[in-house]
């Protein structure tokens, strides 16, 4: 009796075995990449969400008859919080759906604060306040910060996608359930600057 075909086919099973675990443990890596790197997305928009209320406040002092226009940009503020809280939750769960409003959302809020600073721009006293110009500063820097996040994020997810769709991985992905990653994306194309801030 000849063990050799039993042979061969065992040593076929570990080769696939290995192959099936080396593309999985890629997939994984990828996904795993791309949801660091929204964390550091999300690390610099909360950043960015918590020197607003601070400017708004520094703003109140001189433009107390432009209740509205601060108004407006405390309530933009707290939406972007929440889409970005709603993207988060959808990024471990698995649900990339969010992420297209966290986009709306960021776009509105970059519309409210460049309005803000354009009445900034008309008080020259608040535009010299020292407190403004420190958190005019590190607004401006979270926006470019954010700005780079936001590419290496959406590099990672390309590079995700590309690998989860090629052959044989996609048949891996398949199997496996490795979904689609969504790029984060602003939606209003006038919004894909960052918001300017003269001082």
């Known amino acids: 009796m000849s063990y050799t075909p039993y042979l061969i086919f065992i040593v076929l099973l570990v080769v696939a075995g290995i192959f099936v675990v080396t593309i999985y443990n890629r997939l994984v890596a990828g996904r795993n990449a791309y949801k660091n790197s929204f964390a550091q997305i999300d690390v610099q928009l909360t950043r960015r969400y918590d020197l607003i209320p601070n400017l708004v406040e520094v703003a109140k002092k001189y433009l107390s008859h432009e209740r509205e226009t601060l108004e407006a940009v405390i309530m933009a503020r707290n939406q972007a919080a929440g889409g970005l809280k709603a993207a988060m939750d959808g990024m471990n ?12 959302s960021e776009g ?43 590419q290496a994020f959406n590099d990672e997810v390309m590079f995700y ?39």
């Open 93 to 104: 769960s698995g649900d990339m759906s969010a992420l297209a409003a966290l986009g709306q």
């Open 161 to 199: 996608n590309n690998n989860r769709e090629m052959f044989p991985n996609n048949l891996i992905a398949g199997i496996f359930s490795f979904t689609e990653a969504k790029l984060l994306e602003i939606q209003d194309v006038s919004m894909r600057d960052s918001v300017k801030i003269s001082i």
């Open 108 to 150: 509105a809020l970059s519309g409210m604060l460049s309005r803000l600073m354009v009445t900034v721009e008309a008080y020259p006293e608040l535009k010299a306040d020292a407190n403004m110009r420190q958190l005019s500063e590190e607004i401006a820097s979270t926006e470019n910060r954010v700005g780079f996040a936001r």
